[in-house]
C-alpha cells in the first residue's frame, strides 16, 4: 500500500505564498510522474502543475510564473511552492503520484490540504 500525505496549506493573505509538500511512503518500487491538483467549490478537480522523475514539469496556465513545483526523489516527496496567491487560488489542494508498486503501475491520491486566500 501507498500513501500520499499532504501537508502546508492553510489561511493566506493575497499576494501571499504557501508551499505545499507532499511525500509518499510504502512499499514503492518507484514514482514516475509526480503532481498538484486543485479542486475548489462546485468546480471539477483540475492540474496545477506536474514533474516526471526526470524533473521536467508542466503547469496550467492559472499558475504559470507564481508556482514552482520540485521534487525529491531521494525522500519520495514533491513540492508546489505558490507564490502572489490571489482568492481564486482558494481550493482543496491534492497530491497525485503515477507509482509502480512491484509489477502493478497505477495512480495514488493524498487526502487533500485546504488553501484559503482572503484578507
Known amino acids: 500500500q501507498v500513501q500520499l500525505v499532504e501537508s502546508g496549506g492553510g489561511l493566506v493573505q493575497p499576494g501571499g505564498s504557501l508551499r505545499l509538500t507532499c511525500a509518499a511512503s510504502?512499499?514503492?518500487?518507484?514514482?514516475?510522474?509526480m503532481g498538484w491538483y486543485r479542486q475548489a467549490p462546485g468546480k471539477a478537480r483540475e492540474l496545477v502543475a506536474a514533474?516526471?522523475?526526470?524533473?521536467?514539469?508542466n503547469y496550467a496556465d492559472s499558475g504559470k510564473g507564481r508556482f514552482t513545483i520540485s521534487r525529491d526523489n531521494a525522500k519520495n516527496t514533491v513540492y508546489l511552492q505558490m507564490n502572489s496567491l490571489k482568492p481564486e487560488d482558494t481550493a482543496v489542494f491534492y497530491c497525485?503520484?503515477?507509482?509502480?508498486?512491484?509489477?502493478?503501475?497505477?495512480?495514488?491520491w493524498g487526502q487533500g490540504t485546504q488553501v484559503t486566500v482572503s484578507s
Open positions: 510504502g512499499h514503492i518500487f518507484s514514482i514516475n510522474a
Open positions: 514533474i516526471t522523475s526526470g524533473g521536467s514539469t
Open positions: 497525485n503520484a503515477d507509482v509502480t508498486v512491484f509489477l502493478t503501475r497505477r495512480q495514488y
